[in-house]
């Protein structure tokens, strides 16, 4: 197998050194934007392995275009963007970046949490705007997040790294996933049902990947079902929340407010979302700190690594298609 690796855009150091130095062929697309659909398709084929972000849709036109590519290493915890089933059918490992993005997305998903409930991003637009007509005990009030309850959908890393830091906010803490979490557990979390936790929480944030069963979770029945003065948090997958019906959601005043990084359909928003002022709107910043994007790139950069030692890639999502013949091919 030829060391050869396509990189699909600018990554942060020291990840392109690092495959640098082992390739036969090195190639990054030198801009900062993705490659358009054409793009990728036409700069594929030839490569063992590529390195690639949320923001390249791999399909099955993609993989077969991609003769010779042992390995999609995907710069992110999430690979809703890559059709693993039809890249276990063609044989091609997919890795992701679990882990090292888990603080920075738990910090994130809190600074939504303290700016929707306490008005952050208003209460800064009025001091631009020199509108602050002063102190009053009726001005600008928010909800308190202290001793609230917080209602995490999705067990993991990033739910479970929320709740530790939800401790120090003394909340009640709920969680809703398919099986107990014992580190959720042992932090005081009750595991329930979607609908418990929706009718329950003051702040419900979602922290589930997407699948095809995840898609529209949060739709206009289970907005429904939330208090009025409840938040909604996502820093997990826009679609995991049908957009159009979070927007009529906040416009009729059914839930008090929603913080979000993600979008169903990015970079756009729905129609509508931008003109609600219960919302902080931020644009995919969840594992974006310097250390973090550093550290995705270059965990992305050990699995390729790996596999031209002819080593099982650590971070494989679909270890079905590893065997043993990956070994020594190199
Ligand atoms: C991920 O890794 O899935 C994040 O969304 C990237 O920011």
Not at 67 to 81: E, H, K, P, Q, Y
């Amino acid at each position: 197998m030829e060391r050869s690796v396509l990189i699909t855009r600018l990554v942060p150091d020291p990840a392109p050194e690092m495959l640098r130095a082992a390739a036969d062929r090195f190639t990054m697309n030198p801009a900062d934007r993705p490659l358009e659909p054409a793009e990728l398709i036409r700069s594929v084929p030839g490569h063992s392995a590529v390195l690639c972000q949320l923001t390249d849709r791999i399909d099955r036109s993609v993989l077969e275009a991609a003769r010779g590519c042992r390995l999609i290493a995907n710069m992110a915890v999430g690979f809703n963007n890559i059709d693993v089933e039809a890249a276990t059918e063609l044989g091609i490992l997919v890795t992701n970046t679990p882990g090292v993005l888990t603080e920075a997305t738990a910090d994130l998903t809190w600074a939504l949490i303290l700016a929707v409930a306490r008005r952050v991003v208003e209460g800064d637009a009025v001091m631009r705007a020199e509108a602050f007509p002063g102190w009053g005990p009726l001005y600008m009030l928010g909800a308190e997040v202290s001793g609230s309850t917080l209602g995490l959908v999705g067990p993991g890393r990033i739910a479970t790294a929320v709740a530790r830091r939800a401790v120090g906010f003394g909340m009640r803490l709920l969680y809703h996933g398919r099986r107990p979490n014992p580190e959720l557990d042992t932090l005081g979390a009750r595991l329930v049902e979607l609908d418990e936790l929706l009718a329950e929480s003051d702040f419900v944030s979602l922290h589930v990947p997407l699948t095809d069963q995840t898609h529209h979770l949060i739709d206009a029945t289970r907005l429904a079902r939330m208090k009025p003065t409840a938040y909604l948090i996502n820093t997990a997958r826009g679609p995991v929340v049908d957009e159009s019906a979070l927007v009529e959601a906040l416009r009729a005043g059914r839930i008090a407010g929603a913080g979000l990084d993600v979008y169903e359909r990015e970079p756009k928003m729905a129609d509508g979302l931008a003109d609600c002022p219960n919302t902080v709107l931020l644009p995919h910043l969840g594992s974006a700190t310097r250390k973090t994007r550093g550290a995705m790139a270059a965990m992305a950069a050990e699995n390729i690594l790996a596999l031209w030692r002819g080593q099982k890639p650590p971070n494989l999502v679909n270890p079905d298609a590893w065997s043993p013949e990956h070994e020594g091919r190199v």
